[in-house]
């Protein structure tokens, strides 16, 4: 067998890990329910419950946007209904203003970590890595279960906050102290903040021990003539999103040990010389910085955008070449884009911090590394485009959603120079432009990647087809929205209209921005309405969706359409195919495609 692998220049890829490949097939008993749905370790079982719980979580946070647009879009009217579903969070129809913060926060919180981290992550990586790079399992299916019932768990945490006595934390999803640290400031530093502080320990334990296992089976479970650069291009962000996991979140969650020592334990890391007008004295506190907090929470904080985008851009760029009918445009380039991005994302950091009295040099510094990664990011934003370029596109949903991805990427992209700019972010920061600029290059961006991918693999997870249909109105209504949204929301913030405010009426220069405020709530209304259509039809559609007829129904060429059309627990029935090339060999001499799995003939063109 060696030999046969020397023959094809990949011994070091191909035979040492055949035999752990065939343990990880053939020694599966029979299953039941428990075994198979609930506690399974099948990457694909674990990648659809990820799945469903970031959808629950998109749900619940995209809920709280509607409850706080409301107030915000309408802050003089009263909803009686609302008393009713909230209680005294909303008395006499009205959001108060506790309930307020800890609506924002939440949503924050919810949609940051627990869907596009969690949910975008946890799905892609558990189903694409394995059969992407030909192994039957990840290398740990244990491990993968454990990741799932930690990240589980971290959500009955922070959802159970909401049912306290005292709210879920309310001090932003940044939680900076000392509002944090000191129970006695306000209902939302109470309990609801520890609840939060340990939701989301849990929470970095799941996404460590996710990321470990994503690395070690990329680097050691590939098949045979599988080089790495032979993977396809959602490997290798799936790759560094990992990376970049594994190196960052323990910061976070010594960060926040600390914050629970301090509000615990009488320690002084975050506190100094604070007084309390609730209680008329002085805190014992001495030494510490809220500053200190701030650094551990953005140097998770900044590479945690990258975590979020940079799984969106592998597989908008596997839907882009799959849809065009052409190879990726730089492919090489395209991993050095993602590589510099990896290493630039943990030197940036300190940008979210140029108001917090940073040096001025320190501060000019930050300001090239930001603007730096713009490099990177517009190589990736030019090959997109030049794959497209005069390509046969298929304007399949996925394929939409990938070239909406790119667009919002760009829009919101651009805002970034402004902010990253340090003389310029002294107006702007903290204000709507701030909420703007990264809900549209990060947030949106994010979950079109998230529905480029759920539309490109939807037949292979549940052997059915999504509706076409409520497909397209998804996207048009999705795609309009988040710029009607969005994009006015830099005006205000142009402005000097501050986030996070319950009601702007108190202020005669924002009093013209009331209109505009309405527009930007029934938008976002509609544009949840549909979202919801979207959940109608992801789960009508694995019961009653087209059937898939074809093992391959995209004439793609990565090595997971070569399985059956439902593939079982081992994925491949047989052996595990060879790889003999590249992952984008679309319009090659006449033909449409070449899957991995073929052979390289004698007179074959080059690429």
Known sequence: MSNEATLHGHAEVGTSHEVHHDEHGMHHHKETFITKYVFSQDHKMICKQFLITGMIWAILGGLMSVLFRLQLGYPDS????????????????????????????????????????????????????????????????????????????????????LFIETGPASGGWTVYPPLSALGDANLGSKAGMDFWIIGMALFVVSSLLGGLNYITTILNMRTKGMSMTRLPLTIWALFFTAVLGVLSFPVLLSGLILLLFDRHAGTSFYLSDIFLTSTRQALPNEGGSAILFQHLFWFLGHPEVYIIILPAMGIVSEVMAVNSRKPIFGYMAMIGSLFAIAILAFLVWAHHMFVTGLNPFLGSVFVLLTLLIAVPSAIKVFNWITTIWRGNIRFTASMLFAIGFVSLFISGGLTGIFLGNSTLDI?????????????????????????????????????????????????????????????????????????????????????Q??????????????????????????????????????????????????????????????????????????????????????????NESKH
């Open 513 to 602: 921005f009331g209109g505009l405020n309405r527009f930007i709530s029934t938008v976002a209304m509609i544009v949840f309405a549909v979202q919801l259509m979207f959940v109608f039809n992801f789960f009508y559609s694995i019961f009653k969706g087209r059937k898939v007829t074809s093992q391959n129904p995209w004439g793609a060429n990565t090595l997971e359409w070569s399985t059956p059309i439902r593939p079982g627990h081992g994925n491949w029935p047989g052996e595990i195919p060879e790889v003999h090339r590249w992952a984008y060999d679309y319009g090659k001499d006449g033909r449409e495609f070449i899957p991995q799995t073929e052979p390289i003939s004698a």
């Open 427 to 511: 107006h702007l920061h903290d204000t709507l432009f701030v909420v703007a600029h990264f809900h549209i290059v990060m947030g949106v961006s994010a979950f079109f990647g998230m529905f480029c991918g759920i539309y490109h693999w939807f037949p292979k997870m549940f052997g059915r087809y999504l509706n076409n249909t409520m497909s397209y109105i998804h996207f048009w209504v999705t795609f309009a929205g988040a710029y009607l949204i969005f994009w006015p929301m830099h005006y205000e913030g142009l402005a000097g209209m501050p986030r996070r405010y319950l009601d702007y009426s108190g202020w005669h220069s924002f009093n």
């Open 78 to 161: 009263t909803f009686p209904w609302l008393e009713d579903v909230l209680g005294k969070w909303a008395k006499g129809g009205k959001i108060q203003p506790e309930a307020y913060y800890a609506l924002v926060t939440m949503h924050g919180t919810v949609l940051v970590f627990f869907v596009l981290t969690g949910g975008l992550s946890g799905t892609f990586a558990n189903y694409l890595i394995p059969l992407q790079i030909g192994a039957r399992d990840m290398a740990s299916p244990f491990l993968n279960m454990l990741s799932y019932w930690f990240f589980w768990m971290a959500s009955v945490v922070i959802l159970s906050s």
